[in-house]
Each structure stands twice: as C-alpha cells, then as structure tokens.
C-alpha cells in the first residue's frame, strides 16, 4: 500500500522584517545578505507561539483538503521551540478541537496518538517518519497530521540574527497519497554527538525570565563555521547511507533524481551542501577521477588528500578536546574543491536543474527550523504548478538535518495526479498580508518587551488569550498558557 503526504498548509506570523530594512538599521551589507540570506523573515507578535502557529497550519490544511477529523489517529508536532516541557502535540490537538467545534466540524478523533519530536531542525523529519509508519501499519485505513513548527531567534549583533524566522508546516499523511509517496526502504539516517553545534540550554531561558521578560526569547548557542561543516558531514553519511541500501552509486542517484530538496537554514547552505555531495561523488567512482583531477588542478587543491579527506570519518568533537580551535574546516583540501566548483558554470547549471524550484521563494521566509524543509517542497510545488510544469512520477531527494547532530535521506515520488493537491497548498496566500515593523517594533519584539503595534484582524488563527498566575492550596495554573481561535469576519 503506498503511503506518503496528501496536502500540505502553511501558517506564518504577519509580522515581517524586510532584510534591506535590518541591514539599512544596522549598517550591514544588504547585496552580501541578499545572496547569502535571503529577503525576509518572520517575527511572532506578543500573543503568538510556536502552538499558535502549528494549530494555524493544521487548522489550514484540515479545512482547505476537506479532511475528516475522526480519520485523524495520530497527530504528531516536531519542534525545537516548546515552551512546555511535559505537554506538545495534545496541546495543539485541544486548540484544534474547540476550533473545530465552533466552525460545525467534528473533532479530531479522541482515538489519536499526539507524540511530540525534537532533535533540532530534524524533529520535523522524525514525526513525518513516525506517521508514515503509523499509516503503513497499525495505523491502516486511517491518517496522520505532522506538523513542523518553530521561532529561530538569535541574540541581538550575533551572525545568525538575520537568518531568524517563525512559521508552520502541515502535512497530512495517508494512504494512496495525492501528492508524493515515501517508500521508508528508500530512506536512511546517520548521527553522531556533536557537543557545541547549536544548543539551547535551559540555563539561559531562565535567566532571561528572572530579567523580567514579558515573552522569553529562546538564543541558541551556537559556532557558525562549526555548525556548517556538521550540517556538510552529516548530509554526506546520510546519502552515503542510502546510496548503499539501495546499491547506487553517487553518479546514479544524481542522474536518476529530478530535483533536491534540503533543510535550509538561509539561502547560501544548501548551494554548499549541493557542491560538496557532487564533489563526494566524484571521489567515490575513478570513472569520474579525471573531473576531479581538474578541478584540483584549477584551485590548487592536493588530489590525494581530497580522496583520503572524503574517505575518512573525522571524530568532529572529541568530548570538547578541540576547545577553542572548533570553527575550522574539518575538510580543508576537498572544501577548497567544493568552494572553487560552486563558483564554476557547470555548478550554475547542476544547481538550476536540482534545487532552483521555489528556492525564490524560500528568500521570503527565513529560517523556521523544522518546517525549513517541507516549506521549501511546498513552494517548489506550488511553483511547478504555477509555472504549468509536469512533476508526474518526479524524484527528488529529500536530506533533512538537525543540529548536534543527524541527517536523514530518503526518496520522494510525486504523483501522477499530484496537481489538485497542489492547486490547495496556498503557499503565495500564507505570505500575503504581511505587516513590516519598524526598528523599534522589531527591537522591542526580539527582546520580549511591549511593543506598539497595529490592530491585526482575525484571520481564522489562533492566539494566547492570557497565561495563568494562580497559586494555591487548591489550584494552580503559573505559566499556563490559554489560547483562543479568531475565526475569520463572517
């Protein structure tokens, strides 16, 4: 029985900051953060969260696909940004159940599992493979709702504030899918302890709280040329992985898929991640050696460093050992390679032909974590559609990533049928109606203070109504949070 994902929703904040703005505010260099970041990002206002944004999505996806919610049996979020350490999903499904019940729709069935998924960027992947094995087993004849949800924050002045971002994905798992399948056969994993690679400890929520914070904005730790080199390796072990589960070689598996699609954390990543896999690819065939040979040549990288580099599997951590000396290139003479090819015409060319559907519009979103992924697939299908192309029986390659860290590679199949589906993912509708805030509402925003900010109109999302301050002998409700559905005007 084919399993995959059915439809797919979005839902993202209004609030907007445009990048020429923030550069312009900041003195930064906007054509640099242009083709390395992207245009935009999105910033949750007082009365929103990573729950409001993930019921948004789901509300979304169950209304816009005509979904009956007593089929739902497994309602899974991935997130890095819970603000509750024992509750997750049931949060959202409860948000979901009163919002359907004043809309006249039934609720999703109380027969449904409600697991929540964290590993970073990846918990999104986590919970899409969990539903796809609760469809293809005990799960049968039923579906599953997976949501990707996040706010990414940095620290003011840090190198990541302009690649933050807050949004939801909603994908709905069933069988006889309507827009791609997943065959978890042609999927495969790889992980290792990473130690200082993006980490959020809860040392530094609580320290912010104790500040007085009116919302407590989650800054990772985190080293940037570190991370990225994580992010490269892992991607490799993850494909290496697949390609020998199914017998392929690199070459294969690059001319046999359509297309790419990557997490993504701001534009330039996946371009580098893209580079590298076809450089690893040409180190694992001596078919191929001679394409190699010449581009060390060109960039004066040493040949036989570059196949014992790709070869090896370099500890990226040693339980802290490498201490201050963590951001520097783990690969040095095959990332010359990889860095001299993404700068060629023949990499233009792979690169057009693999990753550029709806990598555009990614450049208005930032970066949302989990949903970084299945918002790229969404776009580029909506683009495909728009743009009349035929996705009949396309494959692409999906590699998912997490900080600290794994990866995830797999297969997608696109349907014959697959273009109703996309007719309904509305991603163009979920960027309309943005708001862009000045620097004093963004500044005040980012920090967790009061912000002056316009009146938004309900939209059929939902907010925080109030959080609750009681504590006593017979009740208590601190820090709870109450929420609310804004159905639309009529």
Known sequence: MPVGVGAIALRLP???????????????????????????????????????????????????????????????????????????????????????????RPRISRACEVPEFKHACLGGV????????????????????????DVAEYEHGSSGERTQGAGAVAQLVEEHPRLWTVDLRESAAASAYRGVDFRKPLARRAAAARAGAFRTPEYPVFNGTYSTVCYTDEALHAVAR???????????????????????????????????????????DAEHHAELMELCRRCGADFDAVLIEAAGHPDLFRDGELGHEINREAYPEAMRVVKHFRETAKFAEVAERKISLGLATMEELGNIYTGSMPAWIAA??????????????????????????????????????????????????????????SREQY????????????????????????????????????????????????
């Open 14 to 104: 209004r609030f907007r900051v445009r990048l020429e703005d923030w550069c312009a505010w900041y003195g930064e260099d906007w054509d640099k953060v242009r083709t390395t970041v992207g245009r935009a990002f999105r910033v949750p206002g007082p009365r929103e969260n990573v729950y409001t944004l993930a019921a948004g999505a789901a509300l979304r996806l169950i209304l816009d696909n005509d979904v009956d919610p007593r089929q739902v049996g497994f309602l899974a979020l991935g997130t890095e940004s819970s603000t509750d350490n024992s509750a997750g999903a049931i949060i959202v499904k409860g948000m979901l159940d009163r919002a359907l019940e004043r809309l006249g």
């Open 380 to 437: 580029g299908l909506e683009e495909a559609l728009l743009g009349g192309a035929d996705l009949a029986d396309a494959a692409f390659l999906a590699v998912g990533y997490g900080s600290g860290d794994a990866a995830e590679a797999s297969i997608l199949r696109v349907v014959p049928q697959w273009r109703a589906a996309a007719g309904r993912i509305g991603f163009v509708r979920a960027l309309d109606g943005a708001v862009d805030l």
């Open 126 to 149: 986590y919970a899409l493979k969990g539903a796809l094995r609760y469809v293809a087993a005990d799960g049968a004849g039923r579906k599953a709702i997976v949501i990707s949800a």
């Open 242 to 284: 697949l390609l020998a589960k199914l017998d392929l070689t690199a070459r294969d598996l690059f001319h046999r898929m359509d297309g790419a699609f990557f997490h993504r954390p701001y534009r330039r990543l996946p371009f580098n991640v893209l580079a590298a896999l076809y450089v690893w690819g040409l180190t694992r």
């Open 443 to 490: 500044e005040a925003l980012h920090a967790g203070l009061p912000a002056e900010l316009p009146e938004l109109p309900p939209d059929g999302g939902f907010e925080i109504d109030r959080v609750g301050d009681t504590r006593s002998e017979s009740f208590e409700d601190a820090g709870i949070e109450y929420y609310r559905f804004r159905p639309p005007p009529g």
